[in-house]
């Protein structure tokens, strides 16, 4: 049973580019969460999205960024006009249900803002 | 919202002792507390976790304990090892509303020395 899947592993955009990271959750799993990881420190919640819903996205910045989960295909959190503060690296968990199941980490994305 | 808080940041022991690290949570709500383990440029890993309806979990030389009423909750490690340097984090539930989205803290960076 293949893990959580991310891509890229690595992304690179120079200000003002887009920013488009993947996430395929495990099998059999149908929540999706997005985490956002500065350099030495936690792990911030930013959204949780079920097929073709977003549940909760309190930790979202309100302007730039956007997630999705469609009915077909990976989950892409997406980040428009990318600024040196968004460089970070960002998380992708999946879980089987939505009551208190551990969450399963994919190996991130780490992206750069040059 | 649900706030954690971790300490110590970092934590230095010999092989062979123990390292207890400490949070506390202010949600009286959150009933699944878990800890994940990261190691350098990799995805956290559970380790272990409790629920509200248990005081004490053990697996080996890692033990949970939780105390609902003072909204606590601790990670000993025992007999620690030179693999056992990792970052560690604890988490909670972030919501009576059983979204499974979870509050991250801070993160003890654990270091144990051969």
């Known amino acids: 049973n293949a893990g959580v899947m991310q891509n890229p592993r690595h992304l690179v955009r120079r200000r003002g580019q887009e920013a488009r990271l993947r996430c395929s959750p495990m099998k059999g799993h149908s929540h999706v969460y997005w985490y956002r990881q500065l350099p030495e420190e936690g792990l911030k919640f930013m959204v949780y999205l079920q097929k073709e819903n977003i549940i909760d996205e309190s930790g979202m910045p309100k302007e730039r960024f956007s997630a999705e989960f469609p009915k077909e295909g990976p989950s892409i959190l997406r980040i428009q006009q990318v600024v040196r503060g968004d460089s970070a690296a960002y998380f992708c968990a999946s879980s089987p249900s939505s009551g208190n199941s551990p969450l399963h980490f994919g190996n991130g994305t780490r992206l750069t803002v040059t | ?114």
Not at chain 2, 3 to 21: C, F, K, R, W, Y
Not at chain 2, 52 to 74: M, Y
């Open chain 2, 1 to 114: 919202g649900e706030n954690v808080e971790q300490h110590p940041s970092t934590l230095s022991v010999q092989e062979g002792d123990s390292a207890v690290i400490k949070c506390t949570y202010s949600d009286s709500a959150s009933n699944y507390f878990p800890w994940y383990k990261q190691e350098l440029g990799k995805r956290p890993q559970l380790i272990i976790d409790i629920r509200s309806n248990v005081g004490e979990k053990k697996d080996q030389r890692i033990a949970v304990t939780l105390n609902k009423t003072a909204k606590h909750f601790s990670l000993h490690i025992t007999e620690t090892q030179p693999e056992d340097s990792a970052v560690y984090f604890c988490a909670a539930s972030g919501d009576s509303g059983n979204t499974g989205k979870l509050i991250f803290g801070q993160g003890t960076t654990l270091q144990v020395k051969p």
